[in-house]
């Protein structure tokens, strides 16, 4: 009978605001026999082995499928692994300590961050004009005031992207490492005032009943998932691992 | 602006001038990173994310080329505009250390 393995799995914080610190964070559980070898899309998936001393890192160059051999031949040849990642425009890789690093040269890596600028950009332009426009019509109904909140905070959000991306070009950092769980509390957060809004704006737009039904069903399925999710992930919140990372 | 003068603004990095001197003969990946650290006593340590990236900047300037001699290894070679662009730096970091041995001459107290 086959054994599963142990696993544990770490929300990532944002390659572009701390990226060093959890691949720091990640050879620290290495160290612990915690050893990273999968990227879920949204978190760090790590198996539970012997401790071995390595180190981690990322890489966030977009490749195509004819260039992928040639750039995991160069990678492996350095001594840098692959750890399994369904992206062809950022990949992670594991080596042995005092391996030299992925990138010498800090120009071309400011470089790979101006990707994720350009579609910050653009998306902001769109959201910004969604925004003016429900705000304009605010008058006529409840729901372009709530298409223009959403708006101003996925601008907000877009907004911080941006100014982290612009940091890293000019070598500085723009920290914002929050708790999971706190991150985990806005989702909860957010989902209860989706759900508390609903009674009012089927009074507003009650020929909209059913899409408010719907929108309710969602919100709630959403806080019931977050406060799940809260309970489930609390222990790893308290390990000293993850404590080590915010005392810096 | 001219294609051309784009190409010539484009700033020459120490990485980008290290693997134009490593293709001045056919050469492929891990072997470029190997021939620039042998080349500068192991002071010039190339990382492979850097050298792939440089290797496809280089490729769209046309500075350098890709042969492909084998359907697994892709090989590069410097171009004559690489050649042109590179006989243009050396001479260039040659002026910049003889301005230096001037002033110095000059003195430092």
Known sequence: ?248 | MSKQATQENEQLTDAMFYILLALLEERYGYVIMKYIEELSDGMMQMGPGTLYTLLKKLTKLQWIQQLTSDSRTKTYLITQEGKRILCQEVKRRERMVEDANKALKKGIV
Not at chain 1, 186 to 215: A, K, N
Request: glycine share 6%; proline share 2%; net charge positive.
């Open chain 1, 1 to 248: 009978m086959k054994e599963k393995r142990k696993t544990k799995q770490i929300l990532c914080g944002g390659l572009a605001f701390c990226g060093e610190e959890e691949m720091e964070m990640l050879h620290a559980y290495a160290l612990d026999g915690w050893i990273f070898r999968k990227f879920s899309g949204l978190s760090y998936v790590l198996y539970k082995e012997e401790p071995q001393d390595l180190i981690f890192s990322y890489d966030l160059n977009k490749v195509k499928k004819e260039d992928a051999q040639e750039y995991l031949d160069l990678f492996a040849a350095a001594g840098w692994e692959q750890i399994t990642c369904n992206s062809s425009s950022t990949w992670f890789f594991m080596a042995k300590q005092g391996t030299p690093p992925l990138h010498s040269d800090h120009a071309t890596l400011s470089e790979e961050y101006t990707g994720i600028g350009k579609t910050a950009k653009y998306l902001l332009l769109v959201l910004a004009f969604v925004s003016l426009f429900s705000f304009f019509l605010i008058k006529q109904a409840a729901i372009f005031m709530y298409l223009c909140a959403f708006g101003c905070g996925c601008i907000g959000g877009l907004f911080m992207l941006l100014i982290g991306t612009q940091f890293r070009k000019h070598k500085r950092k723009l920290c914002i490492t929050m708790w999971n769980f706190q991150r985990s509390m806005c989702y909860c957060l957010g989902s209860l005032f989706i759900m508390l809004s609903m009674p009012f704006l089927s009074d507003i737009v009650p020929s909209l009943h059913i899409l408010w039904r719907f929108l309710r069903l969602g919100a709630w399925m959403l806080f019931i998932a977050t406060l799940f999710s809260m309970y489930w992930r609390y222990p790893l919140y308290r390990d000293h691992k993850e404590q080590y990372l915010f005392k810096k």
